[in-house]
């Protein structure tokens, strides 16, 4: 079988700097992005444009949030599909908190959204990790109980932008250096969570877990507590923008950020997060999350139907899976007859 | 180096790590039933048995995944008892199982320090000074492994000495070693035990388990065995010749428990000639002749399986042929080996053998569906019947034949596999390992039911990993060792240590040579078992 051979054969890669750049996940989606806004650019050069751009980054910056957290949960092989009906939630809650003290500070609102969403996630996180069902099921069912609450909670009552006051309105529209304010918030929470997945314990028993929940338990990794804490992180950055959704959009009511989680977990996976955990990284996703908001603003500037908006995420979907699935056959065969030439 | 004894017999100092009569059983089976074991400071206990012996069990408490039902266990004179790996590892106990348990997406480097990363004053992993601790490790142990690969794809070898850095990194206090040799080649093999005694001058207690008698002798100080889920005896390993390990692992009455009834023995059924897969199984030639129960033993990872599944159809073989009833058998079809009239009771049968959620009724006629189904609707009135007269002629032990499968204990489920084959009315049966995580009382209840088999004039190719079971039911032995044949023995011939001899690769001519160089690259291949075990080790 294997011999001393596979060992002095063992690839020695990973030391040309450009080469291990151009190996990173985040570099296919990265690249779709920057072709589909040359594309775009070259057709209609408004699209560039000081206030193209802040569009573009307004439209992107809540889903880059929500796939920031999703995809913290779904690096450890799990997933949350109830991100929609928190988001729901805490948009529905910020709205009656300004209804019912106007003159509140709006640290104190992003406060009370940020906790309901971190318990939220919390249950989630308990559920799945003491009832040891697959975290698609339960999740699906706290989509349902969330969305539920939200509904008997609102009934037909709507908060609208005229309801809250301008100063939290003026989030989602002022701007730092042609930035809105928003996507900084975008920004920093992207950076935070990449250095702690990337550079902390924790974080890295996080893609331990993902990778073998079973040999993470062997080496004495706590995978209940760390899973839970993905749970929360998710839930505490859903708050964040369920807020942030109140501050940009009109109304918020029963039905606010019905089907949303779809899109999200479609950002992590197109962004390079592997779906059953182990790989991929945040920023890739928030990649991801941009990507998918760009292509619908910049189909409309082509002038293309937006009823092809959807077949085209499909497309990019089955387009990450499919790089994914050939790259590890090719490992695979290296690895194959690298073994055969040794035996 | 083993050739010196230890001197004064056993050493005055205290265990680090013991373990007495510690008990551990899972639903009706008894994985423990009374297993001991002392490691001490300075020290290498190699721990010898069976495989079912209860080793990896024992490995299992030490290393906190499982808790001991009953028994003592002692950490440094104090009682202990690990409810988690992670209290085991902390207590200074590090593992290295059977099969390396990495994280394919992670690079070496972390995948060696994932948990305990170093780390920068702020708090941050400083990944420069962990990618040079791991190539520092590696260079102590003389590989040259990449730090900034990730560990998916790497070869089982290189996976091992990957777990091998881990323990080294971990300065454990005990080292606990579960067959880490099974996938390494003799240079390996060499540079680990080189480490395993550094370790052990340094102080460490460490416990190694193996089934080739070469390392056991060539590395331990002190040899414990196991048979049945209990301690056997404990030697100095100066004192003692491999033919009394033999002795000890298999010693027990084996005639009583399988009452094998004389069958008239015919024609070969079939024949197996030259069967070849590359990397798996070479050359391996037999045949099996109506009446005839052929017993292939070996360790696990010697190849039984394999060629049983390739002959079946399930995975595709190189080279060689396989003729059933003088005719050639198709490869990779196992429905044409169905229609030859080949029955396969397969090693796992909660996942193989079984539907573990379907009724027994259901999972005796899932091999029938097409002769029961009438215009490809299966009927459930003659569904019920068929299986009701095979449950019954098994005596399977069940409420209702409604009843789902996984309500029946381990053997009645194995009767339901049994019948499901039957059914189909087989010339010819292999059975992997059918008393697997069968309790006693059953147990010879499916040596009846195969011994009755045998007799009706079925072929039955039995593969199991139990010695007595072997030597007990099979009318020729075959052993196999790493995917050759290494011995055919017949019924008169085959004892306990002709068989482990051939299974474990090591006639005693090659013990001596071992324990005094280290071993070459691949192991001599017996065709002959020894016939003087005994004095070439003393």
Known sequence: MTTSHALAAAPTSGRNPVASLLRQREVPVASALVVLVIVTTIANPLFVSAQGVKDLMLNATITVIMAVGLGTVIITNNIDLSVGSILGLVAFATGTVFAAAPDIPIVFVFLIGLAIGAVLGAVNGFLVTVARVPSLVITLGMLYIYRGLNNAWAGGQQYFAGDRPAAFGRLSVDTVLGVPIITIIAVVVVVLVAVFLARTRPGRDLYAIGSDEEAARLFGIAVSRRVVTAFVLNGTLTGLAGVLYASRFNSVGATTGTGLELDIVAAAVVGGIAIFGGSGSVVGAAIGAVLLTTITSSLTALGVDKFWQQAIVGVLILTAILVERIASIRKARRLRTSEATNA | ?538
Do not use: C
């Open chain 2, 1 to 538: 180096m083993s050739i010196d004894p230890t001197p004064g017999g056993l050493s005055p100092t205290a265990p680090v790590l013991e373990l007495r009569g510690a008990r551990k059983t899972f639903g009706a089976v008894v994985a423990l039933a009374s297993g001991s074991v002392q490691l001490r400071a300075g020290e290498i206990n190699a721990l010898v048995g069976e495989n079912g012996a209860g080793k990896s069990t024992m490995v299992k408490i030490l290393a906190g995944v499982h808790q001991p039902d009953s028994g003592e266990f002692l950490f440094d004179g104090h009682p202990i008892v690990f409810r988690t790996p992670a209290e085991s590892k902390a207590a200074g106990v590090s593992v290295i199982y059977q099969e390396p348990t990495l994280f394919p997406d992670l690079t070496v480097a972390e995948n060696i320090f994932v948990g305990r990363q170093p780390t920068s004053r702020l708090g941050f992993i400083d990944r420069a000074k962990m990618r040079a601790d791991a190539r520092a490790l590696f260079a102590r142990l003389g590989v040259p492994i990449d730090p900034d690969r990730v560990a998916e794809g790497l070869s089982i070898a290189d996976q091992q000495i990957i777990e091998i850095a881990k323990a080294i990194s971990l300065d454990a206090k005990v080292l606990i070693m579960d067959e880490p040799t099974a996938a390494l080649s003799g240079v390996e093999v060499e540079r680990l035990f080189g480490v395993a005694r550094a370790l052990r001058d340094r102080g460490s207690a460490i416990m190694f388990i193996s089934h080739r008698f070469d390392e056991v002798f060539g590395l331990s100080d002190r040899i414990t065995v196991m048979r049945d889920g209990a301690f056997i005896s404990e030697h100095a390993t100066g004192d003692v010749t491999t033919a009394e390990i033999v002795r000890a692992m298999v010693g027990r009455d084996v005639d009583q428990l399988f009452p094998k009834q004389e069958a008239r023995i015919g024609e070969p059924v079939v024949t197996v000639e030259g069967l070849t897969r590359q990397g798996v199984f070479h050359d391996v030639s037999f045949e099996v002749r109506a009446g005839e129960i052929v017993g292939l033993a070996g360790l696990v990872g010697a190849g039984r399986t394999e060629v049983a599944r390739a002959l079946f159809g399930i995975d595709r073989y190189d080279a060689g042929s396989v003729t059933v009833n003088g005719k050639p058998l198709a490869r990779r079809d196992p429905m044409a080996a169905i229609t030859a009239g080949i029955g396969f009771v397969p090693e796992d049968r909660r996942k193989q053998g079984l539907v573990m959620d379907m009724s027994v009724s259901r999972n005796t006629t899932l091999t029938l569906r097409r002769t029961l189904s009438r215009f490809g609707l299966v009927s459930a009135r003659r569904e019920r019947e068929a299986a009701a007269d095979w449950s019954q002629r098994l005596q399977v032990k069940t409420g209702s034949q409604e009843l789902a499968v996984a309500t029946l204990s381990g053997g009645n489920q194995q009767k339901v596999v049994l019948a499901k084959w039957l059914a189909t009315d087989p010339t010819f049966l292999i059975v992997d390992e059918p008393t697997r995580g069968i309790d006693v009382g059953t147990k010879s209840e499916v040596h009846r039911l195969i011994s009755d088999l045998a007799g009706r004039g079925i072929a039955v190719l039995m593969i199991s990993s139990e010695l007595p079971e072997v030597l007990g039911m099979a009318d020729r032995v075959l052993v196999m060792h790493e995917g050759r044949l290494t011995a055919t023995l017949d019924r008169a011939d085959a004892t306990a240590e002709r068989v482990m001899h051939a299974a474990t690769g090591s006639d005693a001519a090659d013990l001596t040579e071992a324990t005094q160089a280290a071993p070459a690259a691949s192991p001599t291949n017996p065709t002959t078992p020894p016939t003087a075990t005994a004095e070439a080790t003393r």
